[in-house]
């Protein structure tokens, strides 16, 4: 059974900067495509940043510049580091990934969230 972690979340004045960390365990083969994801009230849930087993990134456009997602692949780790927060950032942090012992049959797992506050 897999478990996923979620920590790093909190409350930071405009400017700041947090560091979210999601580390997945019970894993069997391989995590492929690792990512982070938000969601507001009110809104839909949206992605925030991926990034590939071979490390290939894409970020919303809302964040590039501003947040770095990277991944210890042998600690089933993706975390997203972000500068520069802006009110617009308060949402809900989101981990998911697909896992499995082959692509074809990959599976999905989500983290629990973290909360996220931009607030002077």
């Known amino acids: 059974q897999v478990q996923v972690v979620e920590s790093g979340g909190g409350l930071v004045q405009p400017g700041g900067s947090l560091r979210l960390s999601c580390a997945a365990s019970?894993?069997?083969?391989?995590?492929?495509?690792m990512g982070w994801y938000r969601q507001a009230p009110g809104k839909a849930r949206e992605l925030v940043a991926a990034i590939t087993s071979g490390g290939s990134t894409n970020y919303a456009d809302s964040v590039k510049g501003r947040f770095t997602i990277s991944r210890d692949n042998a600690a089933y780790t993706v975390y997203l580091q972000m500068n520069s927060l802006k009110g617009e950032d308060t949402a809900g942090y989101y981990c998911g990934g697909e896992w499995g012992r082959f692509y074809y049959s990959r599976k999905e797992y989500w983290g629990q969230g973290t909360q996220v506050t931009v607030s002077s």
């Open positions: 019970g894993i069997i083969g391989s995590i492929y495509t």
